[in-house]
């Protein structure tokens, strides 16, 4: 059987797994409308629910439902009703908007005591459906203890790539919206392994659907926040912008856009295993010593023990184990963890090479220096076959351009510029589009964006590269 056959039949068993996950929750709340709490009537609509909740979980899949504009999803699923289950959709879908919920998550542990009460809840609460109703009923679940049960609330925020509010935003304005919705998703995903709480994946998958969609449509304007550096949030835009970089070349490779989810997933956890290490180390301010330096190669293996107590070894834990294992291994073995067997996933080769990039074009609370990105690039191509999968090197660098977006250039005018765009086609690597952000008199602009291909025209050319951190720019302020 091809694995097209078998995703499609996985993605029938698991929208049939939705239906019925509706189908029960609204029979059980009708059933708690009928009989007091803890009624013997109640239990068996309880325990049908948490059938299908186990069920789902089996399959290595989420209990969760989204209410998006207008419809009921099931990870990036869209729930169909059959004839007979209208009724049930269209209940649930009004019960969410009443309690002002745009998404409930059953996590693996569940109990039919958290299921009951969450109910219970949810009948009693009365007010008409606003933010304040939502923190009402996020209170009263965090009164009954019921941790178990997970609910987003109805914003545009959880709902950004299927409004029509989302649609008629500029790209730049939806572009800033994923990206820090990312980094929230990175933040609790390191939250909760710090804390040794199951990650819930299901936030972070549906910001990186987002992400791919956005790469897909105009990639510029998402690619601009990578130059978000700032070293009081590096372990937060870190992740994310690895994850940027390595689905856009994933992307180029050809991979679907499932498995370029799949990818970004596991570029957001590819360092997880620092959350195990102290705290002191990873925020220390000089050079790292030898012995320090032994205590940070260990991330990789602890990451690996992290991701392994989850106990979903489905594909996507199982390539995230290997990035998190992989990803600091180099192409030609010569990095860290260092053992015989020298083979390495294709994610974990792309997600090297993003590693890198973000890193030394980055300041580090133990590196202070960031590089440009021209230098990095320079770098990178003098490390292909050695550090980098020279094949897929070139596919990075034909995505990021000889000059990548936020570089910095004097033109022979005095004037100074920002890329702002690369072009797709390899022969137009060296001609992207920039912005003007500084006049011949050193004054700042906000310029017009030209083509360099069509510098001739208007006298100029481009004399070379600026360092931006040697005169203190920041070139995310004139991109974000």
């Known amino acids: 059987m091809d694995t097209m056959t078998r995703q499609d039949q996985l993605d029938k068993a698991l929208l049939q797994s ?29 325990e049908q629910l948490l059938a299908v909740i186990r069920t789902m979980h089996r ?9 998006r504009g207008g419809y009921l999803f099931l990870g990036d699923l869209r729930l169909k009703p059959e004839t007979v289950g209208f009724e049930a959709f269209s209940f649930m879908m009004n019960e969410m908007k009443r309690c002002f919920i745009g998404g409930i998550n059953f996590f693996p542990e569940v109990s ?10 949810l009948l009693r609460i009365q007010s008409p459906p606003s933010l304040q109703t939502f923190s009402e009923l996020q209170n009263l679940l965090h009164a009954a203890r019921i941790s178990h049960i997970e609910l987003e609330v109805l914003t545009e925020k959880t709902d950004y790539a299927y409004t029509d509010d989302a649609a008629r935003m500029d790209s730049k304005s939806r572009a800033r919206r994923i990206y820090f919705q990312a980094i929230s998703a990175v933040d609790d995903i390191m939250s909760n392994a710090a804390k040794g709480k199951s990650l819930q994946l299901a936030k972070a998958k549906r910001v990186v659907q987002g992400m791919v969609d956005q790469l897909i449509s105009d990639p510029a304007d998402l690619l601009g926040f990578t130059t978000l550096k700032g070293q ?5 835009n870190h992740p994310v912008n690895v994850c940027i970089l390595s689905m856009l070349v994933g992307l180029k490779a050809g991979l679907t856009k499932n498995r370029c989810c799949e990818l ?3 570029a957001f956890c590819h360092d997880i295993g620092k959350t195990a290490l102290p705290q002191g180390l990873l925020d220390k301010e000089t050079d790292l010593d030898q012995k ?15 991701l392994l107590e989850l106990k979903q070894l489905d594909n996507l834990n ?30 974990s080769k792309i997600i090297s090479m993003a590693d890198d990039y973000d890193a030394l074009t980055s300041s580090r ?24 999968d020279p094949v897929l090197l070139k596919l990075f660098v034909a995505m990021i351009g000889v000059y990548p977006i936020g570089t910095i250039l004097l033109l022979n005018t005095k004037e100074m510029a920002i890329v702002v765009k690369n072009k797709p086609a390899a022969a137009m690597l060296k001609t992207p589009l920039i912005k003007l952000i500084a006049s011949a008199a050193g004054e700042e602009i906000d310029g017009e964006v030209v083509d360099t291909a069509e510098l001739a025209a208007s006298g100029r050319a481009i004399l070379g590269v600026i360092d931006a951190t040697t005169l203190g720019m920041d070139p995310a302020g004139f991109l974000v």
Do not use: C
């Not at 039919?112 to 809840?121: A, E």
């Not at 320090?292 to 992290?306: A, C, D, I, R, S």
């Not at 390539?319 to 294709?346: I, N, T």
């Open 18 to 46: 939705g239906r019925n996950l509706v189908t029960r929750f609204f029979v059980l709340i009708k059933t708690a409308q009928n009989y007091t709490a803890g009624h013997a009537a109640i239990a068996p609509a309880v």
């Open 59 to 67: 399959m290595n899949a989420e209990a969760s439902l989204q209410l």
């Open 112 to 121: 039919p005591t958290d299921i009951s009460g969450f109910v219970q809840i």
């Open 232 to 236: 009081e949030k590096y372990t937060s």
């Open 264 to 266: 970004g997933l596991s």
């Open 292 to 306: 320090e330096w032994q205590e940070m190669y260990k991330h990789p293996l602890l990451g690996v023990k992290l």
């Open 318 to 347: 199982a390539r995230m184990v290997a990035v998190a294992f992989e990803h600091h291994r180099q192409h030609d073995f010569s990095g860290y963890p260092r053992l015989p067997y020298q083979k390495m996933s294709l994610f």
């Open 365 to 388: 609370v133990y590196r202070r220096e960031a590089k440009s990105p021209d230098k990095v690039i320079r770098y990178m191509l003098s490390k292909s076959g050695k550090s980098y």
